[in-house]
């Protein structure tokens, strides 16, 4: 069993993550949202929402703050990490004035031979919670590649 085996089901410093009104607004922009509900709050008030509403994958931003990837307890070597993809499920709205808890565990991980080598597959959940309750969950894959033990990933 590798190191990286061995973390399955564990669970990273769970941290906390403010929902502010100007980077919703922000990020709207950036992906060209232009639903009233993402920028106005007298459309959201309108519509019984308490803020102005996240667009979708707004939580990606809490990336920054504390991505999976370069979690400490993965160890791994960045430069031989790919991102292999994710899905996300929405379960409430997010909104502008929310704060979050973000936690993010280790699902699974996959060592095999691939055609450049060995590499290790590692599934990880990151779920965005409000006052206790799941209001989204990100899970995806994290591909490195080359050896996984502990001398090629310090």
């Given at each position: 069993m590798?190191?990286?085996?061995?973390?399955?089901?564990?669970?990273?410093?769970?941290?906390?993550?403010?929902?502010?009104?100007?980077?919703?607004?922000?990020f709207a922009r950036a992906v060209q949202a232009t639903d009233p509900l993402f920028h106005d709050a007298a459309a959201a008030a309108d519509a019984g929402l308490s803020g102005v509403l996240a667009a979708p994958t707004f939580s990606t931003a809490s990336a920054h703050w504390s991505g999976p990837a370069s979690s400490p307890a993965l160890g791994l070597d960045l430069k031989r990490v790919l991102a292999g993809g994710g899905e996300w499920e929405y379960l409430s709205p997010v909104v502008a004035g929310d704060e979050l808890e973000?936690?993010?565990?280790?699902?699974?991980?996959?060592?095999?031979?691939?055609?450049?080598?060995?590499?290790?597959?590692?599934?990880?959940?990151?779920?965005?919670?409000?006052?206790?309750?799941?209001?989204?969950?990100?899970?995806?894959?994290?591909?490195?590649?080359?050896?996984?033990?502990?001398?090629?990933?310090?």
């Open positions: 590798s190191r990286l085996t061995e973390l399955v089901g564990t669970t990273a410093q769970p941290f906390r993550f403010l929902v502010e009104e100007g980077k919703v607004a922000e973000v936690v993010t565990t280790v699902e699974s991980v996959l060592e095999k031979q691939g055609s450049r080598g060995p590499m290790a597959v590692i599934r990880v959940r990151t779920d965005f919670a409000r006052d206790g309750e799941i209001v989204q969950r990100y899970t995806s894959n994290i591909i490195q590649f080359g050896a996984v033990d502990e001398e090629s990933s310090a």
